[in-house]
């Protein structure tokens, strides 16, 4: 394109530095939000009231701020579910099947303690707690298993078999919660029994313990992928296989390994919200919303390009961007689905603006200097 | 040399001061050339001198930053391949680039301005033919292309880009995949091209007498410039290399003789299976024993590959078993192969030899991330790694800014180098090298060649898969010409004739002296 003697030019990019990665990421929240407004003006609400409640009661509000932390976290740990078989190159869609499978593993434990119908049980927390988390990421990690078994030995498309292991998820977790199923509550209906009091999560300033455990997790990932031998086997296998199996990778085991890992996240997942979020405490019976909501943790894994660091603010915008999006629809009295359709723009923009990952735009100068333009370097 | 007539004839492609850059490094600078109908113009260049830049630009895929095209004295600005197609410049990529489950007739036909409206099989089957029948090819139409030879592919290729109208023929490295018969047949395909008009531009890397036979001009390039431009008639072999490199350069090497050791590698009975389930190696046995090189000379696709990956445990045998100094390790893994000692530096440097989005270092860790020595406890210890890559870089003259840029931006020289440094740095006893300076520069091919003469003096047992004779009489002590999964004869390098093994390769009987 030609502004008078100026040139503009699309060049195909050599690499990506990091902060780049991350002001193009940020342009395209704001391209987003700017799309976005004029739903706000289709539906008679001025654009800035709208994001101003949306942002407010996000990351501002006494009550909507512990929710967005909370649907963070969520969101966060089924990311990371969805990052560490993205790192080999496999796709995990599978985090709604996990994260049923480990909601049952989790509130099979306390089944198996005898806690159904029982909420004055004591058990030691100490005990019981981390059983429960275990029981989540078994069962999450034996689903995930599975597809990464069928990869890894019969080279079965993943994202076939994680799809079709969500269905089955699906009705495994209804048969077992909803009426006449072993889980089922005694009182509440399409539900799951109530966590004794005594293994209820304990709380850090408010929030469930296991915010500790996803700030961990993050670490302990950025750490296995930047340094260490596991972390380079799974790196090399997603990067170029063929390469991998000549360097003694062996071909089959790493896709089990990351589908298990990826299944034990999703289970923490599960875990935490139905066995640490304050309130919840049961397979609540909106759990096939929390199914949608994990899908989530695909677009924030892709936007964070598989960092897991880079992972945690992402998914605070997402946490935030469905919590905000849900109470400014109902203040606002706007229509059914404004969080879904924010996501949605976003996800969009974010797509899209990841053409600039690969080229940049640059200025010619009539004397042919080359001149970067300013942030899309 | 140019004749009275010829000098007369008209130019058809011309560039002026073609320049291109690229972020830190200039590409082409100030390129000139002209290429005469009824010519082959030849440009020589290394690895990494701007001839794929240079190719690129020609046919339309790099615009230059600076500098014209004319073609037939017009001022031309391809903006994309398709002008240039359009315009009448053919190009024959050293990749393939056909539909593998079409036939030939279908291929030709893809992408043709007249195909999109009545498929007239017939009438371009007569057409196809006719071309084929007027410049010496010869094609089954009909053939699948997966069940050609790499050269029948090739063939293919020309044809298409001929029915298309090609007045310019731009070939890259037309002969590196060539059995010597094939070579021979497309030599004398060019030969009737440029009688009938066409202009041919070859890019070459080697295969310097090659050059010297087919080409009226040679432009040398290196380093983004061209260097020299000869009328054939008063090149030799040596004056080119020499202005390709920029130094004198041995161009036949001394035999380095040692003493034979032990067995290192003794292969009984061995077969395999490829992709499709045939049997593409069937009972091959031989020995190799220390500071041995054992040359197993083919046309690729006759089992060779198949054989270097049953070695190295990429692939399963079907029957037969391998020892390495007399443990039997046909049922091993790769990794307890490689931690056996046997070194593998395979064909495919970029696809399977490296990662090309990894830094050098993290490359070069492909052969150590199980030494407990730089990974202790599962943890890398990439400062130690990074002492490792540079003393290799240094020690291999690897042409790279550092040791943390991306295998993606090394040349496909110095990326042989890299795996090549890191494989022998293992000290292996037992080296698998496929097709080591395919696709190399005389420079790199050199250097290559005296690094494995220098691990046959360690002692170590080397198994040679070259697709070029000449390459494995002069290293190999012993020479197995293999056609269709089998060795044809193994040769004492004394005894090894050069037509008698082309004729092997190409499937004849090995010559009975006294019966």
């Not at chain 1, 089922?184 to 004794?196: I, T, Y």
Request: charged share 20%; glycine share 10%; aromatic share 10%.
């Amino acid at each position: 394109m030609k502004i008078g003697e100026h040139e503009l030019k699309l060049i195909k990019r050599v690499d990506l530095p990091w902060w780049n990665a991350m002001i193009i990421s940020i342009i395209s929240v704001i391209v987003a939000l700017i799309l976005f407004s004029l739903v706000f003006v289709h539906s008679g609400v001025n654009p800035l009231t709208g994001f101003k409640e949306i942002f407010q009661f996000a990351f501002l509000n006494r009550n909507g701020l512990p929710l967005t932390i909370n649907r963070s976290i969520f969101i966060f740990l089924c990311t990371c579910a969805f990052i560490i078989p993205y790192r080999a190159g496999l796709w995990n869609i599978g985090m709604a099947g996990q994260l049923y499978a480990g909601a049952l593993g989790a509130f099979g434990v306390m089944y198996l303690f005898g806690a159904k119908g029982d909420p004055n049980l004591y058990i030691a927390p100490g005990i019981g707690i981390p059983l429960m988390m275990i029981g989540a990421m078994f069962a999450g990690g034996a689903i995930g298993g599975i597809a990464g078994f069928l990869r890894g030995r019969f080279n079965v498309n993943e994202i076939v078999t994680t799809m079709m292991l969500n269905s089955i998820g699906f009705w495994f977790i209804s048969y077992m919660v909803k009426e006449g199923g072993p889980f089922m509550n005694p009182v509440g209906r399409s539900e799951s029994f109530d966590l004794p009091l005594s293994v209820r999560a304990p709380l850090v300033f408010g929030t469930p313990f296991t915010i500790i455990v996803a700030l961990l997790l993050a670490i302990l990932l950025y750490w296995v992928f930047a340094k260490t031998r596991i972390g380079y086997k799974i790196k090399s296998y997603g990067l170029n296989p063929l390469a991998a199996k000549y360097s003694g990778i062996n071909p089959q085991v790493i896709p089990v390994l990351v589908f298990v890992l990826g299944g034990m996240i999703a289970g923490l997942a599960a875990y935490h919200y139905f066995g640490a979020m304050p309130g919840v405490f049961k397979i609540a019976r909106n759990y096939a919303e929390f199914g949608d909501l994990s899908f989530y943790g695909i677009i924030c894994g892709l936007i964070a390009q598989g960092n897991p660091l880079a992972a945690i603010p992402v998914s605070l915008l997402f946490g935030g961007l469905t919590n905000g999006g849900r109470f400014a629809q109902g203040k606002l009295q706007m229509g059914f689905g404004v969080d879904y359709a924010l996501l949605g723009v976003m996800m969009i923009t974010m797509v899209v603006l990841q053409f600039f990952y690969r080229y940049k735009i640059v200025w010619i100068k009539p004397e042919k200097e080359i001149s970067d333009v300013g942030i899309i370097r | 040399m140019p004749t009275e007539n010829q000098t007369k004839e008209k130019t058809v492609l011309e560039a002026r001061g073609i320049t291109k850059r690229f972020p830190g490094c200039c590409a082409n600078e100030q390129i000139n050339f002209a290429i005469k109908q009824g010519e082959v113009h030849a440009i020589l260049g290394e690895n990494g001198a701007g001839k794929t830049t240079l190719m690129n630009i020609l046919f339309g895929l790099y615009q230059p930053d600076e500098g014209e095209l004319f073609f037939n004295g017009e001022k031309v600005d391809f903006k994309s391949p398709l002008d240039a197609i359009e315009k009448g410049i053919g190009m024959v990529h050293q990749k393939r680039k056909l539909v593998q489950a079409h036939s030939v007739i279908e291929n030709i036909m893809l992408g043709h301005p007249n195909s999109g409206k009545i498929l007239n099989f017939k009438r371009v089957k007569k057409e196809v033919s006719e071309l084929c029948e007027q410049y010496g090819f010869k094609l089954d139409l009909d053939a699948k292309v997966w069940q050609l030879s790499e050269g029948q592919k090739q063939s293919v290729e020309i044809i298409k880009a001929l029915y298309r109208g090609a007045k310019v023929l731009i070939l890259d490295e037309p002969t590196s995949a060539l059995s010597p018969p094939e070579t021979r047949n497309l030599l004398d395909s060019i030969m009737s091209m440029v009688e009938s008009g066409l202009a041919v531009v070859p890019f070459i890397t080697h295969k310097l007498p090659i050059v010297l036979e087919i080409s009226h001009h040679v432009t040398v390039l290196r380093n983004g410039r061209v260097t020299a431009k000869f009328a054939t008639a008063g090149a030799t072999e040596k004056s080119l290399a020499k202005s390709m490199v920029g130094r004198e350069v041995i161009i036949k090497l001394d035999k380095v003789e040692v003493e034979r050791g032990k067995p290192v590698l003794e292969v009984n009975n061995l077969s395999a299976y490829n992709e499709k389930d045939h049997l593409a190696l069937s009972g091959v046995s031989f020995t190799i024993h220390e500071g041995e090189i054992f040359g197993i000379a083919g046309v690729s696709g006759n089992g060779q590959e198949e054989l270097a990956d049953v070695l190295a445990g990429l692939r399963k045998a079907a029957s037969g078993t391998i020892l390495l100094d007399g443990n039997d390790i046909t049922h091993d893994s790769t990794l307890e192969r490689w931690r056996k000692g046997v070194g593998y530096v395979p064909a495919e440097r970029n696809e399977v030899g490296t990662i090309c989005d990894y830094s050098l270092i993290e490359n070069v860790a492909m052969n150590y991330y199980f030494e407990e020595e730089y990974v202790p406890r599962g943890i890398i210890n990439y400062k130690s790694l990074r002492q490792l890559t540079e003393s290799l870089i240094a020690e291999y003259n690897v042409a790279t800014p550092g040791p943390d840029v991306k295998a993606k931006a090394l040349s496909g020289g110095n990326l042989q180098k890299l795996i090549l440094a890191r494989v022998l740095s293992k000290k292996p006893r037992l080296i698998i090298v496929n097709l080591p300076t395919q696709g190399l520069d005389v420079g790199a091919i050199e250097f290559v060649q005296n690094k494995l003469l220098q691990a046959k003096k360690d002692k170590a047992a080397i198994l040679l898969i070259s697709g070029e004779i000449e390459e494995a009489l002069s290293l190999s002590d012993w020479v197995a010409p293999i056609y269709e999964g089998k060795f044809m004869d193994i040769i004492p390098w004394t005894d090894a004739e050069r037509d008698n093994v082309g004729a092997m390769m190409a499937g004849m009987k090995p010559k009975v002296e006294s019966l």
